[in-house]
């Protein structure tokens, strides 16, 4: 006697699919005896619908459930409607079986009394020539697989019979089986509760069959189907980390439980370790908080493996022949590899990359001609000084020391006895020092030679990011280094702005390409960090980029972009500048801002200009310059050579760049804002002056914006490849022109600047030894590095000194502190106690200035003036005051009071201890992230490029 079918239709929403659903349940060769239907969508209105559809009839039942019911709990909810006896056959309102589905389905279950699920062949609905899944297993660790995923059907599975489970498309199952399982596991809800009911069935002494005759397709897998969207690869990975560690419980023997729930974490944390390792840090996450998700259901784990041993008749090694073999699994994982990688190459291989050369070598040789024509006069220099510049420390150990906090001496312990948070960009200055470590000086002198070199390639770089053309990258290249903001920056001494202007572009391309992979993501989280060290005023404009960027290539995932990018792309900034950013109150006194975003390094003053300047590339009012002993107006000039660069910039909003369109008017936006309001930030002092922020860094952003635009309107002009011997159309010309007549202004602009450093009145100096002290001193210090040496300065008239003390081996770069510069000076406490110690040294008294300066542990005096004024003999004619050394303009003095206290370094406090470790492990965490390991897809050359990917697989794959 045939045993009943009962059919049971989950319908979660309504449409045109569950509707396609319905028709093809009573087209069926075989019609179920009865019809039971789970309705999900939450609509009264849709019992009419079923009704209307299938009948009104007895054999006919609607059963209302919970919206957020998974499929397991509506499968068991629809099991209780139904007889003891029969069998169940579940569809989804996504499914359409064909007509002859339940035919063969029943048909392979009545000859084979052994047989208890069956399950058909699932074919995608928008490609129905394709398999999506038949047949499921497990690995030997247990984690579910598809026997067949995702393959072209030519019959290559029509021999497949028993199986380990099969999906919940169009499963057929005895009740009187399914009853004595325990029914379906709604912990295991969305993907491997069809799994674990083919795995108890088994484990009962049961049979599992694919059925390749009954064909039923299929539009999205469970998962997809409960939320209703394609669900993301870190969400699908959560959810079968967490199923799979939940059937690992419920699996496993009794004495291995609790060994298994002990190492769930640990072993978590190893494998989002090699997640992270392979820049995969959504996964990472997704696996600690699967663990996390299946430990808290452990008490269900339990009640399941009660179940599970009532059930089993048979041992797992009955089973093992239907699992997956380790090799297979392997091959399986490469295909999957081989497969993304194919699908990102064809992706990449559609852009066009602009071929380097040979206008890579120009742009090289060029550049390298640049650099030597500015920095010609620092030959044979060891060391800068003057501007913002000052030599490095002479050794590695110290010049690394102080990277993140300074010790009291180094800030003449104007705070007490307490560390003072360093600037961040003092690290950027121990890295480029440790490039020459034997003479940390030596690397910035290297530094101004190589700049316009380095900035230019970066730039090139960052433009083959979004341009396709080779003119096109080689103007942004060269207008990017070809401008007044950055040949000032040279000139004036400002490192800080000129590491800047090489970091600025590759944060560019990071913000571009961050969506892309998360290796780039990580790698923005460096730019950003770089660049708001060197310049903190940009912090705003940083944080407006990445949120445009966020809004313009993140909606798509906006899960992604919020808490994947941009974390990755802010953290490393952030935690950078912690110590910084929480320096106590009474360390920074200058007012307002300038505590936060005061410019790193040496201060120095802005000079001023009109706003308007600013969007012209200028970050000062040009005035009058002399070339070739000729001296002429430069501001009007000036203003006509920009209009090029601006006009063609503008021009890029009649192409369809709307990404660039979106960052031109980003850039000039934020960088204006940001220009002018520098000018009213206060950020310590020059002397007893206050000086404001460098507007600099600011119109650098602008001059970023320019550049792109104008190179993106050349890369629309010149769409076509050039080929050796053809015709020059219109628009290549026209795109030639306006390139050469860009960079020709841009290099007329900055040409009255170029030899501001050959002059006699150049701000950098060239010093042939790194320190700013004389050599015994120097000498000295290694010793005692806390040795003070007080400097008195002769003025315009014999009875004024301008006095400073330095500490061990004088002033070097970075010990430097913009929050030092912000302490209070003139008429306090301190410095009238040093006024008066000065006068006591340099005019004939019988006070003994000796105890002063043991205070304040001076070894030596350095009279800077004539030798012969009064001031210098009267140091000269006391006993304690021994002469050491002697020039024209200057006179060494020791002072006998035997060897001074070298004090002890001040350890870190338990809070900056931690800050330290929390910048170290983030920092380590993201270089493992940035590090580009992975395999990059190419793009398309411009020139020309051999066949795609796919192309020659199929050229090789010929029989001859």
Do not use: C
């Not at 969400?235 to 004495?255: K, V």
């Not at 990449?348 to 550049?367: E, N, Q, S």
């Not at 391309?509 to 989280?525: C, D, E, N, V, Y």
């Not at 706003?611 to 012209?616: A, D, F, I, R, V």
């Amino acid at each position: 006697m045939r045993r009943r079918v009962h059919a049971v239709v989950i319908a979660r929403r309504r449409g045109d699919r569950l509707i396609q659903t319905l028709e093809a349940l009573r087209a069926q060769r075989l019609s179920p005896d009865t019809t039971v239907v789970v309705d999900l969508t939450g609509d009264a209105s849709s019992e009419e619908m079923f009704r209307e559809q299938l009948g009104r009839d007895s054999t006919v039942t609607i059963v209302p459930g919970r919206l957020a019911m998974g499929w397991s709990e509506a499968l068991n909810v629809a099991r209780m409607t139904l007889p003891e006896d029969g069998w169940m056959w579940v569809l989804r309102d996504d499914t359409t079986p064909q007509d002859d589905a339940l035919m063969h389905l029943h048909s392979a279950v009545d000859g084979a009394p052994s047989v208890v699920v069956a399950g058909p062949k699932q074919r995608m609905t928008d490609h129905p020539g394709w398999l999506r899944e038949f047949g499921e297993t497990i690995t030997v660790w247990g984690e579910r697989q598809a026997i067949v995923d995702r393959e072209l059907d030519q019959g290559q599975y029509d021999r497949m019979s028993d199986v380990m489970a099969v999906g919940d498309a169009g499963m057929l199952i005895q009740l009187g089986v399914f009853d004595a399982l325990g029914g379906a596991d709604p912990a295991l809800d969305p993907l491997d509760a069809p799994l674990d009911l083919g795995i108890r069935a088994r484990l009962a002494g049961h049979r599992v069959m694919a059925v390749p005759q009954a064909v039923i397709f299929v539009e999205r897998g469970p998962a997809d189907w409960r939320a209703g969207k394609d669900l993301g690869s870190a969400t699908m990975f959560r959810l079968d980390r967490a199923t799979w560690l939940y059937r690992r419980f419920a699996y496993s023997p009794w004495w291995a439980l609790i060994p298994l729930v002990v190492v769930a974490l640990p072993g978590a944390l190893v494998r989002s370790a090699w997640q992270f390792a392979t820049k995969r840090p959504d996964l990472a996450v997704s696996e600690i908080v699967a663990t996390l998700y299946a430990l808290w259901r452990l008490p269900q784990a339990i009640v399941a493996k009660m179940r599970l041993g009532q059930s089993k008749s048979v041992s797992w090694a009955a089973i093992a022949p239907l699992r997956m073999s380790p090799g297979d699994h392997r091959r399986r994982r490469q295909l999957r590899a081989e497969a993304r990688f194919a699908s990102a190459e064809e992706s990449a291989r559609a852009l066009t990359r602009p071929a380097f050369w040979p206008a890579g070598a120009w742009l090289i040789v060029g550049l390298a001609a640049l650099g030597a024509l500015i920095s010609g006069p620092l030959v044979g220099a060891r060391a800068l000084v003057g501007g913002g510049l000052l030599p490095l420390a002479t050794s590695i150990e110290s010049l690394w020391a102080e990277v993140r906090w300074l010790q009291p001496y180094t800030v003449g312990e104007v705070w007490g006895q307490q560390l003072v948070p360093a600037d961040p960009a003092n690290l950027v200055l121990a890295l480029i020092g440790s490039l020459t470590w034997w003479s940390p000086s030596l690397a910035l002198v290297g530094l101004w030679f190589a700049a316009p070199l380095i900035s230019g390639l970066i730039a090139w770089w960052a433009g083959s990011q979004f341009l396709q053309r080779q003119l096109a990258t080689t103007v942004f290249a060269v207008v990017w280094v070809l401008q007044p903001t950055f040949i000032l920056a040279l000139t004036e001494g400002r490192w800080q702005a000129v590491v800047l202007h090489m970091a600025l572009p590759w944060l560019f391309a990071t913000m571009l390409t961050a969506h892309t992979s998360w290796q780039r993501a990580a790698a923005g989280g460096f730019a950003t960090a770089l660049v708001t060290a060197l310049a903190p005023v940009l912090w705003p404009a940083v944080l407006v980029g990445w949120l445009v960027v966020i809004l313009a290539k993140g909606w798509k995932q906006p899960g992604r972009a919020l808490l994947g990018t941009l974390p990755l792309a802010l953290v490393p900034a952030l935690v950078w500048w912690i110590p910084r950013w929480a320096a106590p109150g009474e360390i920074g006194l200058v007012e307002g801002l300038g505590r936060f975003l005061a410019d790193p390094g040496v201060a120095q003053a802005a000079g001023e200009a009109n706003w308007w300047w600013y969007l012209l590339g200028w970050p000062v009012t040009p005035t009058t310059a002399e070339l070739g002993g000729v001296s002429f107006e430069l501001s009007t000039i000036a203003l006509w050579l920009a209009i090029p660069l601006v006009a063609l910039a503008l021009a890029v909003f009649s192409t369809r760049r709307g990404d660039i369109q979106v960052a031109l008017g980003a850039f000039i936006f934020a960088g204006l804002v940001t220009a002018v309001s520098a000018e009213g930030i206060s950020q310590g002092y020059l002397g007893t002056q206050l000086v404001s922020i460098w507007p600099g860094s600011a119109v650098f952003v602008i001059v970023l914006g320019l550049a792109a635009a104008a190179a993106s309107t050349v890369d629309e002009l010149q769409p076509e490849s050039f080929a050796w011997g053809a015709g020059v159309g219109a628009r290549r010309a026209s795109a030639g022109v306006l390139s050469v007549a860009v960079v020709v202004t841009a290099l007329a602009a900055i040409t009255p600047l170029a030899g501001g450093i050959w002059g006699d009145q150049s701000v950098v100096q060239a010093r042939a030894e790194a320190r700013t002290v004389p050599a015994i001193v120097a000498a000295e210090a290694r010793s005692h590095p806390a040795q003070g040496t007080l400097i008195i300065t002769q003025g315009a008239t014999p009875e004024v000194f301008e006095t400073s003390i330095v500490r061990g081996v004088g002033n070097t770069l970075e010990r430097q502190s913009s929050l030092y510069r912000q302490r209070p000076v003139g008429t306090d406490n301190l410095a009238a106690q040093r006024a008066a110690l000065v006068a006591t040294i340099v005019q004939p008294t019988s006070a003994d200035p000796r105890a002063s300066l043991r205070d304040l542990g001076i070894r030596f005096i350095l009279f800077r003036g004539d030798p012969d004024s009064d001031a210098a003999l009267t140091i000269g004619q006391r006993s304690y005051f021994i002469q050491s050394g002697a020039t024209d303009e200057s006179v060494l003095f020791q002072v006998d009071l035997g060897d001074p206290e070298v004090p002890e370094e001040i350890p870190p406090t338990p809070s900056q201890a931690r800050a330290d470790g929390l910048w170290l492990v983030t920092w380590l965490l993201w270089g493992v992230l940035a590090l580009p390991t992975e395999r990059t897809p190419r793009r398309r050359s411009e020139e020309g490029d051999d066949a795609s990917s796919l192309q020659r697989v199929l050229d090789e794959d010929t029989d001859d």
